[in-house]
């Protein structure tokens, strides 16, 4: 179907099963190789099809080319309906003559038919926030293994002590039949994060298929009760998404991974709040000291708030603060948000117009730019205020903190971002 026409003649329109192997080949020659399976996977699932892609077309060639995934990302204890654009290529010769732009156009409207309040992606440096996306999340650090552990038993190890042999356990490429137990295990892990997004039941079909990583189950007694991700790099072995049921699955299934890769470096994706973050840090190299962040894009600033009250209304009632009878206002300058403060919680949303002096209101400044990093990131308004002249929490700096503190977050996405 025609979504636009383009200026010379080109048209953007849904792509269609004859273009499979046209995108194919400008994904490979613009990206990775494996990039073509992985679009092969979501078009050709009933979860996404081809709906879930787009391409820009001169004549009958595909010169550009984006596809559109559903996430979920849940903060606290709500969970909010997202996308992801992935898989972006345009051809070098049509470089220039904003095909992207209008792709990305044609996501993001995408995105809000399907109910999505906000957008996260993985992205090249700068580029997406050309598209009203901002650096909010940080990316967990990637450190080398540099205690590793005796070698496990196994096919790929021989007999030998360790924890996996002391157990019985056996570390295998996960299947089908693992489905279940690898979404018990994830979301096991990201259970302590403030915001978390989980692999969505396709997404997980998909990683069996390609080739870009493995995933890992380790059984025990013929129970999955621990798992990984790794991807194999020119470098080392880049071990990502661990999770464990407890210390000696852990212990196991790190040991397990050393001897399925004899004679490779590994290097540890952390993610502190797990068992394996913890059980494994004291084995890992110090974090570099260069920044990575996921973008998030907020396409309306009043949705999202509104999805997000029960969360808000929450925070206030823990904080134990009485601020019934009164607003809060969060203005965003060019706009502002009043909540009401009832003695059910806070009141539904109420958008308005420019508020350029939000402290006069009692309320908190927010560029709009920092709404993303304020909801989702690691500062909190606090933070955010010592890094920022444009935010700052106004005259009830007691309330803002309680309702905007800073949160921990774990990611899962369609491709490792190290």
Do not use: K, N
């Amino acid at each position: 179907m025609t979504i636009s026409d383009l200026p010379g003649g080109l048209v953007l329109r849904t792509a269609r099963a004859a273009d499979l192997d046209q995108i194919g080949a400008l994904l490979v020659d613009r990206g990775e190789e494996g990039d073509d399976v992985d679009h092969r996977l979501v078009v050709q699932d009933d979860d996404a099809g081809w709906e879930s892609c787009a391409v820009v077309v001169d004549g009958d060639r595909v010169v550009s080319t984006a596809t559109l995934l559903d996430e979920t990302v849940r903060v606290d204890g709500v969970v909010l309906p997202a996308g992801q654009v992935e898989l972006v290529a345009t051809a070098t010769d049509h470089e220039g003559r904003g095909h992207v732009r209008a792709l990305m156009e044609w996501a993001h409207e995408r995105s809000r038919a399907r109910g999505h309040v906000l957008q996260v992606m993985i992205g090249i440096p700068y580029f997406y926030r050309l598209f009203g996306y901002e650096y909010a999340i940080d990316i967990p650090r990637a450190r080398d293994l540099v205690d590793a552990p005796g070698p496990a038993a196994g096919p790929a190890a021989g007999p030998a002590a360790g924890p996996a042999a002391a157990t019985g356990d056996a570390l295998r490429p996960a299947t089908r039949a693992d489905l279940p137990h690898l979404a018990r295990l994830q979301d096991a892990a990201q259970a302590p994060y403030d915001v978390a997004a989980p692999h969505p039941e396709p997404r997980r079909r998909w990683l069996l298929d390609h080739g870009g990583s493995t995933t890992w189950v380790l059984d025990r007694d013929g129970s999955p009760v621990a798992t990984a991700r790794a991807r194999v790099d020119d470098d080392a072995v880049l071990v990502a998404e661990a999770a464990a049921e407890d210390d000696d699955g852990a212990d196991a299934l790190l040991a397990g991974l050393v001897a399925r890769y004899p004679g490779r470096p590994l290097r540890v994706v952390h993610r502190p709040l797990t068992v394996p973050g913890r059980r494994w840090e004291p084995r890992l190299g110090p974090a570099g000291e260069d920044v990575e962040q996921y973008y998030v894009r907020v396409p309306d600033e009043g949705a999202l708030l509104e999805a997000l009250r029960p969360v808000l209304s929450a925070r206030l009632a823990a904080s134990g603060l009485d601020r019934t009878g009164g607003d809060v206002v969060v203005s965003t300058f060019r706009r502002h948000h009043r909540l009401a403060v009832t003695a059910d919680g806070l009141g539904p949303v109420r958008t308005g117009g420019a508020l350029q002096s939000p402290g006069a209101a009692g309320g908190c400044g927010v560029a709009p730019d920092a709404l993303g990093p304020l909801l989702f990131g690691p500062h909190g308004i606090e933070g955010l205020t010592r890094r920022r002249p444009d935010v700052y929490p106004g005259p009830d700096s007691e309330l803002m903190t309680a309702l905007f503190p800073p949160r921990t977050a774990d990611l899962l996405t369609y491709y490792l971002p190290w």
